[in-house]
């Protein structure tokens, strides 16, 4: 039989088909013969006296009826079904509580189990309550149990007045039960119905044990000593602190609490932060004459090392010594653990020699109290003196030890060591913590180590465990400058596959690494798998695109793809328009840039100074160099100031135009503004003085930038090697190469290529062409602007025979020569081929 599935039936009015009395009743009736009795037709016109000696009879005969039933060991399911079609739960309440005493309690507990679960019938809360206390003095708690979660879970069918508050009538009940012999029997089933509400029905918290607490509480009724202890550990178990409050409050005033009591109410003072509500309790304990054992000492010393305390947890040990209560090791350990987090390490020794020194021997979780509070200040060398001490009293290392080491040598940066460690626990099987993987994996791509990172953040998603979003960023984008492209897009696919998909910035990162390496293909396809997976695109995933599309020198495509930016209602910002502002400058197409820019302002957003200078930039290679110059003066009265890259773009406009004058104008405003010039911006300096012959202002230019703290570069001394050459002061140009290896620095291809066109201006082909040699000697490939400047060289002094040997090597690389010396070779085909045929 299934008690689970009982259904409530209505009530049966058994009496109200008799007309009239029973002639009589035999005491010695069998059940059938009562059942006989109850059913002869009654007569037609009933006196008052005679109708109510007929029910006394009757209840009588109804009662012994039940106390057959109710008595039979074998379980008679006809009869049962019988009576109780005779029966009303409260004649059955009123007869049980009247017989339960003479009862079987097994036999009781089948018959509840068969009237209620195969013919519905309710009983009352009482009768239920009744039989539970019968089990209950019985001795059978389990079956007890059982019945009582069901009850209480709406299992049965029960007549309950408030169905939500079920525990609250079963609790109530059982006090009014109470009141019969055998108060230990009552004062068990509080005890059990508490039990079960702390730990069975945990789905409304401690909610319901509160309720019963209460109601037994306000009929000066409680749970045994041992229960109440219970009830109160559990709540400051779970956290309960206000409710632990409220139960010792009323606990204090009902019963007499013991030490047990106590202690567990200062420790929920403490974790309440109500240290001082404890430290009065711990002293009124004392004035009850109820003596602190250990764990009272242990939970006030707890509460004043958490609230800082230390000094009145240093006094309380002493006085738990002093009243003869001796410190445990649970003492020493919150102590030394309060003394660690404050970073007080020698006092701290200090109180493990006083521990060792009364024999105690610290155990694994305080060794690794102490190393983790080392390892946390990053005195990783004290730490490892302590694993080595735990060593030699036995105690091996287990997994905490190991964390707490991991993150002490990633502290102090001892980036191998962390990583040794990290694989000998795996190795060993001990639990690593994502903490441990995070740390190694930081100092690792701290330390440029980004393959050993790679390693194990791929042994942390194989386990489940996902990285954070900031090291996984700081991880992808090592991966792709150090170039492992296909490295980190493989890491972006294996979070995905096990769930742990990287977040919009980690991918964005990707993108912007395979953008930088010029990857823009793969880059679009990261942009349709962060569409697929569900990763947010933002504006940022776009522009980085934009961006890459723009430098590739596909405008079309960085347009197509603004569009789909649009439509996937993420609205392009002020860095979008930037991009693409720069990107149609540095083509050339300024009125396109010119009309963006209007629609830029269209759209009310706030052009910064990266809009201007994008534009600026894009005026200047337009040349129109005055409109670059009004936009400049705009930008001022917007209240924006220009940076390094603005002043730069104008400085080298003005160099270009051979207007040095205005160049060193804007160079001094610059100043004014408290932005130094760089190298950039001599090197446009330098270049433009070169350029018009101030060689004198462009030297003096150049030894004034290593006074500023600006080295010059090859760019600078290249552009001094060019102005020479146009003067044809070469051996002024072998005092700057003298000058430039002094300084470690190297000629470059544009060097070399000015060099052999000065000598080849100045008619000195033989040098230049040794130039040529050194050029390739040290590997630098000439290119087309090279061949050419050499073959006109020859050309110019007649040598056609090494243009035409130059021609051939030409030929082997695939560099064109301009149309110039081009059509001087093919011009003088005729005269070489009549000479080779007079030869």
Not at 191 to 202: G, P, S, W
Not at 323 to 331: E, L
Not at 545 to 571: H, P, T, W, Y
Not at 588 to 609: N, P, T
């Amino acid at each position: 039989m299934d008690v689970r599935r009982l259904k409530i039936p209505k009530t049966i009015a058994i009496f109200s088909h008799i007309k009239r009395p029973l002639t009589c009743v035999i005491s010695t009736a069998s059940s059938d013969q009562i059942s006989e009795t109850l059913h002869q037709t009654p007569s037609k016109q009933p006196n008052p006296s005679s109708e109510s000696k007929q029910q006394k009879v009757f209840d009588f005969n109804l009662r012994k009826w039940v106390t057959s039933v109710l008595s039979n060991p074998h379980v008679d399911s006809l009869k049962i079904k019988d009576l109780l079609t005779h029966l009303t739960p409260q004649q059955f309440d009123a007869i049980f509580l009247e017989i339960h005493s003479s009862l079987k309690p097994l036999n009781a507990l089948k018959f509840f189990h068969l009237a209620s679960g195969s013919y519905g019938f309710s009983f009352s809360v009482q009768s239920y309550c009744t039989l539970f206390r019968l089990l209950v003095a019985s001795n059978h708690d389990d079956a007890a149990r059982l019945l009582l979660i069901r009850l209480i879970d709406g299992k049965l069918p029960a007549l309950f007045d408030c169905p939500q508050q079920k525990h609250v009538e079963v609790a109530v009940s059982l006090a009014e039960l109470s009141r019969l012999s055998d108060f230990g029997v009552a004062v068990r089933t509080f005890d059990l119905l508490v039990h079960l509400c702390c730990t069975q029905f945990k789905n409304v918290g401690f909610d319901a044990a509160l309720d019963v607490f209460r109601s037994l509480a306000s009929r000066g009724l409680y749970p045994s000593l041992k229960t109440c202890n219970f009830l109160l550990s559990s709540l400051v178990k779970e956290n309960e602190l206000w409710k632990s409050y409220e139960v010792f409050g009323v606990l204090k005033d009902g019963v007499k609490p013991d030490v047990y009591l106590f202690s567990t109410e200062i420790n929920a003072f403490c974790k309440g932060g109500r240290v001082e509500e404890a430290k009065e309790l711990f002293r009124k304990m004392e004035n009850m004459g109820v003596m602190p054992n250990v764990v009272t000492y242990n939970n006030l010393i707890h509460g004043l090392c958490r609230n800082g305390n230390l000094e009145d947890a240093f006094c309380l040990k002493e006085e738990m010594i002093l009243n003869g209560v001796k410190p445990s090791i649970v003492t020493y350990s919150i102590i030394i653990n309060c003394l660690m987090k404050l970073e007080k390490y020698d006092e701290a020794d200090c109180v493990l020699k006083e521990m060792s020194n009364k024999g105690l021997v610290p155990n694994e979780v305080m060794y690794n109290t102490i190393i983790n509070g080392h390892c946390s200040a990053g005195n990783i060398q004290k730490a490892l003196k302590v694993r080595d001490e735990m060593l030699r009293k036995g105690i091996l290392p287990n997994s905490v030890t190991c964390n707490s080491l991991i993150k002490g040598f990633c502290k102090v940066n001892q980036a191998s060591q962390a990583e040794e460690l990290l694989e000998e626990m795996l190795l060993h099987g001990l639990s690593v913590n994502p903490g441990s993987f995070n740390n190694v994996i930081l100092v690792l791509c701290t330390n440029s180590r980004f393959f050993s990172a790679l390693r194990f953040t791929k042994e942390m998603i194989l386990r489940s465990l996902k990285p954070n979003d900031g090291l996984l960023t700081t991880l992808i984008g090592g991966l792709c400058k150090e170039r492992k492209h296909s490295e980190a897009v493989e890491l972006w696919h294996m979070l995905l596959m096990k769930g742990l998909t990287a977040n919009t910035v980690t991918s964005n990162a990707l993108i912007h690494g395979l953008c930088e390496a010029g990857n823009i293909q793969e880059a679009v396809r990261m942009l349709k798998a962060m569409r697929d997976s569900g990763v947010q695109i933002d504006s940022m995933t776009y522009n980085t695109l934009i961006c890459a599309f723009c430098k590739d020198g596909n405008l079309d495509g960085a347009f197509v793809l603004r569009e789909e930016m649009v439509k996937q209602g993420s609205a392009p910002d002020i860095s979008t328009y930037n991009v693409l502002l720069h990107g149609l400058g540095e083509k050339g197409k300024i009125d396109e840039a010119l009309l963006l820019w209007d629609e830029c302002r269209s759209k009310g957003l706030v052009c910064d100074i990266y809009t201007y200078g994008a534009l600026i930039n894009g005026l200047c290679k337009a040349d129109k160099l005055g409109k670059g110059r009004d936009l400049f003066h705009e930008m001022l009265r917007q209240g924006l100031v220009p940076n390094i890259i603005v002043y730069n773009t104008l400085i080298g406009a003005y160099c270009r135009n051979g207007n040095v004058t205005e160049a060193l104008k804007l160079r001094d405003d610059m100043r004014s503004r408290g932005i130094l010039p760089n190298v950039v911006t001599y090197s446009s300096l330098i270049h433009g003085m070169s350029n018009i012959g101030l060689m004198e202002d462009a030297m003096n230019l150049t030894d004034g930038m290593r006074t500023e703290g600006v080295p010059p570069d090859v760019v600078c001394y290249t552009a001094l090697i060019g102005g020479y050459c146009k003067l044809g002061q070469m051996d002024k140009v072998r005092s700057i190469l003298q000058e430039m290896s002094s300084h470690n620095i190297q000629p470059n291809k544009i060097t070399y290529t000015v060099i052999i066109d000065g000598y080849c201006q100045a008619g000195k082909v033989k040098v230049a062409k040794e130039f040529f040699a050194e050029m390739v000697q040290k590997g630098i490939t000439p290119d087309s602007v090279t061949y050419n400047v050499l073959t006109k060289g020859f050309l110019k002094e007649g040598e056609v025979e090494e243009a035409f040997s130059l021609l051939d090597r030409i030929s082997l690389t695939g560099v064109g020569l301009d149309e110039v010396a081009y059509t001087s070779l093919v011009n003088l085909l005729p005269r070489r081929s009549a000479s080779a045929n007079q030869e």
